[in-house]
């Protein structure tokens, strides 16, 4: 059943309940306050007759009523004034059963010439009573007066049920009437507000339907900052993720694929030309190796730069940035002989990766041992300024052309002023970018053709903390 429809269910069920709750609690209350009020009328009247025998008298002549069947036709044709369904009966049923009647009231239905009818009610060994009729329900009181020698004379008032519940009814069928359009209305109400609220999220699913392993670029409109935009926000940010994760995926295969053929084949095609010589079997063996010690360090950097894009990558934890400049100082003199100069320390606390850090300028520091000769000078140092702590490796090598300073951080990239090692797999730089970025920072180089050039990291401190906070949790 879809979602739509169970939302509607659930409101309208509810809805339906508590109109029926008020429907019947209504009726129940209305029936009750025109059965007291029948009962008060009962008892009012039964009461007024009791009080007009006791005087006697005719209120026109003022002269004493001795024929109790005459004292209650007095009664009713000098006190009584019937409401709507009310009725009001002056009974004599003779010895031989004739039954005399005097009514005062307008009727439902003639009640006075049923002799059957009046003959059960006065006969009834009760003073109250309720008696069917072709109109409903008849309510009676009666008051017998003692008996004559004309027979048994009654005084009886009635109500007919039905017709004085008739109001209370009239009002109850205007409130179901009420009742039905109220839930119809909220029927279509509810259909179009479920639909409005499930929009965003058959969007989503419509969305994922749609995405394939070779389109994740489809994203979803966020409007608002409900619930549903909260969702809708995280299902793009899941995309963002899969999408980045298929791209890396991708990437990895592509460049394995592309910089493990030519190492592959080298190989292949040696053993395949191999000899029987000593001398020629050895040499083939070295060059395989060097071969195979190439892949395995291309596949090396291939992992560390697919493991960049994950959020284990960094361990950020605070560290000394003397401390960590001293290390790093003390780890790239031993790459070559050069002139290690170590022009700038920085002073201070910070969160970061150390191990990724070191990392990043040992690459920086090997790229420029690559491109300087024994006894040149290389200068490293760090500094703090503002919010930014940088690093940095100058060296004075061959520089690089304007044009080649973006490219150079590129996978597998190799230009052509000599500034990159052709003997490696042009990852060293990209891997270098990686750190800087999962970081939250950039990588910088400042360099002129045959001026040598400077390289360096750039790291906001707001947003290293940040990350070391979110990495944490």
């Not at 008020?22 to 009247?45: C, F, K, P, Y």
């Not at 010439?113 to 409903?136: F, H, M, N």
């Not at 990209?430 to 390289?455: L, R």
Request: proline letters at 5%; glycine letters at 8%.
């Amino acid at each position: 059943m879809p979602a739509r429809v169970r939302i509607m269910g659930w409101l309208l069920g509810l809805m339906l309940l508590a109109l029926t709750v008020v429907a019947v609690g209504g009726w129940r209350l209305l029936v009750s306050d025109v059965d007291d009020r029948i009962n008060r009328g009962l008892e009012q009247e039964a009461k007024e007759f009791v009080d007009f025998v006791q005087v006697g008298r005719d209120p026109k002549t003022g002269q004493p009523v001795a024929d109790a069947y005459g004292l209650i036709k007095a009664h009713l044709h000098n006190n009584q004034y019937p409401e709507p369904n009310e009725i009001h009966l002056a009974v004599l049923v003779e010895a031989n059963g004739t039954v005399h009647v005097t009514r005062q009231g307008v009727q439902p239905v003639e009640v006075s010439g049923d002799k059957e009818l009046i003959r059960r009610i006065v006969s009834a060994p009760e003073s109250y009573g309720t008696t069917p009729t072709a109109a409903g329900d008849l309510r009676w009181a009666k008051v017998p007066l003692k008996a004559t020698g004309q027979g048994q004379p009654s005084f009886v008032t009635a109500f007919f049920v039905t017709g004085m519940r008739a109001s209370a009814d009239q009002a109850i069928r205007l409130l179901l009437l009420v009742s039905l359009i109220g839930f119809l209305l909220a029927a279509g109400v509810s259909w179009v507000v479920a639909g409005r609220i499930l929009a965003p999220i058959r969007t989503v699913r419509q969305a994922a339907a749609e995405i394939t392993e070779r389109d994740l670029t489809r994203r979803i409109p966020v409007h608002g900052k409900d619930d549903i935009a909260a969702l809708a926000e995280q299902f793009n940010l899941m995309l963002d993720r899969l999408e980045q994760a298929f791209r890396t995926q991708r990437q990895f295969l592509d460049d394995a694929s592309h910089e493990l053929r030519t190492p592959i084949t080298i190989v292949s095609g040696h053993l395949e030309l191999m000899g029987d010589d000593p001398a020629e079997r050895a040499e083939v063996v070295r060059l395989c190796t060097d071969e195979l010690d190439r892949m395995n360090r291309i596949v090396q950097d291939l992992l560390l730069l697919a493991k960049a894009e994950r959020p284990d990558f960094l361990r950020p934890a605070p560290v000394s940035l003397p401390e960590l400049t001293s290390d790093i100082d003390a780890k790239v003199r031993a790459l070559a002989p050069r002139r290690w100069v170590l022009e700038s320390m920085a002073e201070g606390e910070v969160v970061l990766d150390a191990q990724r850090v070191t990392q990043a300028m040992v690459q920086l520091a090997q790229n420029a041992v690559q491109h300087t000769g024994a006894g040149e000078e290389i200068r490293l140092g760090s500094a703090v300024h503002g919010e930014n702590v940088s690093f940095w490796v100058t060296d004075r090598g061959p520089g690089i052309a304007e044009a080649e300073r973006q490219a150079i951080f590129d996978r597998f990239s190799r230009g052509s002023s000599g500034r990159v090692d052709r003997s490696g797999a042009g990852l060293g730089l990209a891997i270098v970018k990686a750190i800087a970025q999962a970081h939250h920072g950039v990588v910088q180089v400042v360099s002129e053709p045959g001026a040598g050039a400077t390289f360096g990291i750039e790291l906001p401190l707001v947003a290293v903390v940040e990350e070391a906070s979110w990495a944490g949790s």
